[in-house]
């Protein structure tokens, strides 16, 4: 088994790029600092790093063992914070999601914060691809997603749906694919996705979003509808965004013969246990 102090002072010392002030930070010195690389190196059978004078590079050996190393070390940080402190109503929750459900999401955790002060959610909107490399690299303690998770590191289940809308300017009020073709496509980072959805269960003509002219594109949740109540196009969105759009009166809703839901999935990191809090923030979403 490597030996977790060896492997702390390696994943700091590469982190830092300097042998002082990793001593400095570890409070060693820094021929302890050398001492623990060399035995570490020993340990694994590997030449961790090549010495250029007092620079240093990454073996491939080094820098595999630094990637799955400092996970490792992470993964023990939590272990030993959820053990010593595993409140279901204490401690900070990193959450991520896209909007459209953050919207809905959000508000039901800031009053859940409010029944618990010492609940601490920090929330951040992020399209799919961005939840899920942020569970996979720690960033983050949950994710919600509006499709399943793909990478190996990051596991997920179903938890709830939310209804695909396609939403045209307010002057619209029935739509064919000709009209949708005239008018545009007002994209956003989970647009792709959403449009695939709704509009291939729809419309037979549909194959790709590429067969429309892109007329607009926003990373803001709140402003996608924006160029859609000017007429400058139209988009799919999930029911929650177009709630909370507050110009209601300058679009136009679409009711179509096959209504889609997308699933949101809760996700997190396959190799880190859920705390108390975390499964608290995640029931409270599934009793919405």
């Given at each position: 088994?490597?030996?977790?102090?060896?492997?702390?002072?390696?994943?700091?010392?590469v982190?830092?790029n300097?042998?002082?002030?990793?001593?400095?930070?570890l409070f060693?010195?820094?021929?302890?600092?050398?001492?623990?690389?060399?035995?570490?190196?020993?340990?694994?059978?590997?030449?961790?790093?090549?010495?250029?004078g007092?620079?240093?590079?990454?073996?491939?050996?080094g820098?595999s063992?630094y990637?799955?190393?400092?996970?490792l070390?992470?993964?023990?940080?939590?272990?030993?914070?959820?053990i010593?402190?595993d409140?279901p109503?204490?401690?900070r929750?990193?959450?991520?999601?896209?909007?459209s459900?953050?919207?809905?999401?959000?508000?039901?955790?800031?009053?859940l914060?409010?029944?618990?002060?010492?609940?601490?959610i920090?929330?951040a909107?992020?399209p799919?691809s961005?939840?899920?490399?942020?569970?996979?690299?720690?960033q983050i303690?949950?994710?919600?997603?509006s499709?399943?998770?793909?990478?190996?590191?990051?596991?997920?289940?179903?938890i709830?749906?939310?209804?695909?809308l396609?939403?045209?300017?307010a002057?619209?009020?029935?739509i064919?694919?000709?009209?949708?073709?005239?008018?545009?496509f007002?994209?956003?980072?989970d647009?792709k996705h959403?449009a695939?959805?709704?509009?291939?269960?729809n419309?037979?003509e549909?194959?790709?979003?590429?067969?429309?002219?892109?007329?607009?594109?926003s990373?803001?949740?709140?402003?996608?509808?924006?160029p859609?109540?000017?007429?400058?196009?139209?988009?799919?969105?999930?029911?929650?965004?177009?709630?909370?759009?507050?110009n209601?009166?300058?679009?136009?809703?679409?009711?179509?013969?096959?209504p889609?839901c997308e699933?949101?999935?809760?996700?997190h990191?396959?190799?880190?246990?859920?705390?108390?809090?975390?499964?608290?923030v995640?029931?409270?979403?599934?009793?919405?």
């Open positions: 088994m490597i030996n977790p102090v060896w492997l702390k002072t390696f994943c700091e010392l982190e830092v300097h042998f002082t002030k990793t001593a400095e930070r060693m010195t820094q021929s302890g600092v050398s001492q623990h690389i060399k035995k570490l190196e020993q340990q694994v059978g590997a030449l961790l790093l090549e010495r250029h007092k620079q240093f590079t990454l073996t491939p050996q820098q063992l990637n799955r190393g400092s996970q070390l992470k993964e023990w940080q939590f272990l030993e914070q959820q010593k402190n409140s109503f204490e401690g929750v990193k959450i991520q999601s896209p909007g459900c953050g919207l809905k999401f959000y508000n039901e955790l800031l009053s914060q409010s029944k618990h002060p010492k609940l601490y920090e929330y909107f992020a799919n961005g939840v899920e490399k942020a569970i996979a690299s720690h303690d949950i994710g919600f997603m499709q399943a998770p793909t990478m190996l590191e990051v596991i997920g289940h179903k709830a749906n939310e209804p695909l396609l939403i045209t300017p002057q619209f009020k029935t064919d694919w000709q009209q949708l073709c005239q008018l545009g007002i994209n956003h980072p647009g959403h695939q959805q709704l509009l291939s269960a419309f037979a549909f194959e790709s979003i590429a067969q429309f002219e892109c007329s607009g594109f990373n803001q949740i709140n402003l996608i509808l924006e859609v109540s000017l007429g400058l196009g139209f988009t799919v969105l999930p029911a929650h965004a177009v709630s909370a759009f507050h209601q009166e300058k679009i136009h809703v679409h009711t179509l013969t096959h889609v699933d949101i999935y809760a996700c990191h396959r190799n880190r246990p859920l705390a108390k809090r975390m499964k608290t995640i029931n409270e979403i599934k009793s919405l």
